[in-house]
């Protein structure tokens, strides 16, 4: 498990237009207590996989992802390294970048002074466990349960709520393919 100065890193993609407003870094942490049965991330469920690295390497691997609106944090469970990530985005707000977080936790769970600072670093917050049974359409909301929270004005009055679900490829040097997005169930 990574250090308060360090993230436990499962993925990171640098640019991406489907995992929040505007074009984003997305960074996905490893490891989760939830364990939502059909879980799209099961590969970020254990502590023990991803890869450990500083929050300052993080840091610059965003800002070198030039035109970026802001950043997405994804997971795994970003709340279980709420620490780190707290200090993560409030680098990159300093920076002029917004943060999205998408949580398994709703938002009542997170008032907690051990998830506080990454709340007030939050600008738009993505709440509530994965409900196969509940399938939703929303581009940002995997199921209907799902809550968007507006911590911050930054997109309270532009972003649209209710926008179509895409999806998207991108394919690394290695050759690996990762899907990113919410495909549409229909």
Known sequence: MAQCDSI??????????????????????????????????QAFLPFS?????????????????????GVSFSGGEPFEQATP????????????????????YTLDELYSP???????????LVAGP????KPQQDSLLASA?????FLTNRYR???PIHTPRRTEFHIAPDGT???????SST
């Open 49 to 69: 996989g991803g890869c450990e690295q500083k929050i300052d390497q993080v840091f610059e691997r965003i800002l070198a992802s030039r035109g970026i609106e």
């Open 8 to 41: 436990q890193v499962a993925a990171f993609e640098p640019r991406s237009s489907v995992n929040g407003p505007g074009i984003r870094a997305v960074l996905w942490v490893q490891g989760c207590h939830r364990r939502c049965p059909g879980c799209s991330n």
């Open 114 to 124: 051990a998830y506080k600072a990454l709340l007030d670093q939050t600008d738009l």
């Open 177 to 183: 393919i990762r899907i990113t997005g919410f495909p």
């Open 157 to 159: 009055d532009s972003f």
């Open 145 to 149: 349960n799902q809550t968007l929270h």
């Open 85 to 104: 990530l707290a200090k993560l985005a409030h680098q990159c707000r300093t920076a002029g970048l917004s943060v999205l977080v998408f949580t398994g």
């Open 130 to 133: 994965y409900d196969q049974d």
